[in-house]
């Protein structure tokens, strides 16, 4: 990524231009905006429904690219979440895009028929997972809620839900989606979320490592790509750069890494260190994020160590046998699931069920000399800390810990 100011880029297609094909899917999509403006919401939910069986027709070769970017065995056992984590979500996406267009249509609520509860703090929720037969099928023991901002209640939610498709002749300009390299339907759908949500016509940039999807995912998103509202584009970080900088580009939206936020808006090296110090961006306009590794696991130490009490209550360091040590073990929730969250789970546990109090103190004495070190204690699966709103964290430390959490886990998801 450029590490200064990037000159201004034309607005047309030009001869003299480092990437014309760049300049021209943008200036496509100039075009196509005002198609996408022009379209009711009956011709957009017919397209996303092309789009659902275009998902299901090409199924076979998205989950083939994919096996091969990972160099997988085509018979192992592994290729199964190609299915589950590629084509699959873009159908059910899809699908309840398209029902959620048709109660708009009719002149009710998405969210009609949804069902709502409360959380700490006055938050209110909204069950997403699962939704269906299909869910509890295949996703068996998984569950999930929205936690809406505080202040919206639900009839705030159900008023204000459709977002920019209440109002679909309202476009908002070009926006550009930087793909995700690992989970192969974040990039279609990050590009039917901005589409849809934000009533952007998009230029979806694949990361290098997924180029392979690029022939599948131009047939899958032929319907779009034929009325104007979407492009597809590859190439390495100097593309991304030319692109996300140019002139006809309103918004950006990226999945990946910090390191690869920061090159966008700040640039990279010493001036991008500056300048993200100074909160100086080089970048000229709104962009949203998805960046992975920035979120709390669940995890105990890898080398079997007792978890001891720090500054820092969610976070866990390694217990020195030589010395003395204070544990503090907060007891966690059944089945894992933070403090208010609801339903029941089946038999399979994270853990013990809890009234949420902190156990007991403990100490390990320290080790005296020619004496054998006392052998450390079993760690427990989780440990978990509340939060300043009282719910429930698990705990972690990035150096000595692994990951562990078994799938009957309710995952609580801010939104």
Same mark, same amino acid.
């Given at each position: ?297 669940? +995890?105990?130490?890898? @080398?079997? /160590?007792?978890?001891?009490? %720090?500054? *820092? #209550? $969610? =976070?866990?360091? &390694? ?73 429930? +964290?698990?705990?972690? @430390?990035? /150096?000595?810990?692994?990951? %562990?959490? *078994? #799938? $009957? =886990?309710?995952? &609580?998801?801010?939104?």
């Amino acid at each position: 990524m450029s590490t200064t100011e990037p000159e201004a880029t034309s607005n047309t297609p030009d001869a003299t231009s480092l990437y014309p094909d760049v300049d021209a899917a943008l200036a496509a999509l100039a075009e196509g905006e005002k198609t996408w403006a022009g379209l009711s919401l009956a011709d957009r939910r017919e397209l996303l429904d092309k789009v659902h069986d275009l998902t299901v027709q090409h199924a076979a070769d998205w989950v083939d690219a994919a096996v091969a970017i990972k160099g997988l065995d085509p018979k192992s056992p592994l290729v199964g979440e190609e299915w589950m984590s590629g084509p699959y979500p873009l159908a059910t996406g899809t699908a309840a895009l398209s029902a959620s267009l048709a109660k708009l249509e009719s002149g009710t609520s998405p969210l009609d028929g949804a069902a709502f509860g409360t959380a700490p703090g006055g938050r209110t929720t909204v069950k997403v997972l699962p939704l269906n037969i299909f869910d509890k099928l295949l996703l068996s023991g998984f569950s999930a809620d929205v936690w809406l901002q505080p202040g919206i209640d639900r009839a705030t939610a159900q008023r204000d839900a459709g977002l920019a498709q209440r109002d679909p002749s309202r476009t908002q300009g070009i926006g550009v989606v930087l793909g995700a390299g690992n989970i192969t339907s974040i990039a279609p759908l990050d590009t039917l979320y901005e589409l849809f949500a934000h009533n952007r016509v998009v230029a979806l940039k694949l990361n290098p490592i997924t180029d392979r999807l690029l022939p599948v995912l131009t047939r899958v998103l032929e319907p779009l790509v034929s009325i104007g509202a979407v492009r597809l584009l590859t190439g390495g970080a100097e593309v991304g750069t030319y692109l996300v900088h140019h002139d006809l580009v309103d918004h950006v939206h990226m999945t990946g890494s910090a390191l690869t936020h920061d090159a966008i808006v700040f640039g990279t090296g010493e001036e991008g260190a500056r300048r993200k110090a100074a909160n100086e961006p080089i970048l000229g306009k709104a962009i949203s994020s998805e960046l992975g590794g920035v979120s709390p696991p669940s +995890s105990y130490p890898a @080398n079997g /160590a007792v978890p001891t009490s %720090s500054s *820092r #209550p $969610n =976070t866990l360091r &390694r217990n020195d046998s030589t010395t003395a040590a204070t544990t503090v073990s907060p007891r966690r929730p059944s089945s894992c699931r933070p403090s208010g969250s609801s339903a029941t789970n089946s038999s399979r546990r994270c853990g013990t069920p809890s009234t949420g109090r902190r156990s007991a103190r403990r100490t390990t004495p320290a080790a005296t000399p020619g004496s054998p070190a006392p052998p450390p204690r079993s760690p427990p699966r989780h440990t978990w800390a509340r939060t300043a709103d009282a719910s429930w +964290s698990p705990t972690s @430390n990035p /150096a000595t810990t692994r990951h %562990s959490c *078994r #799938p $009957n =886990t309710s995952h &609580r998801y801010s939104a």
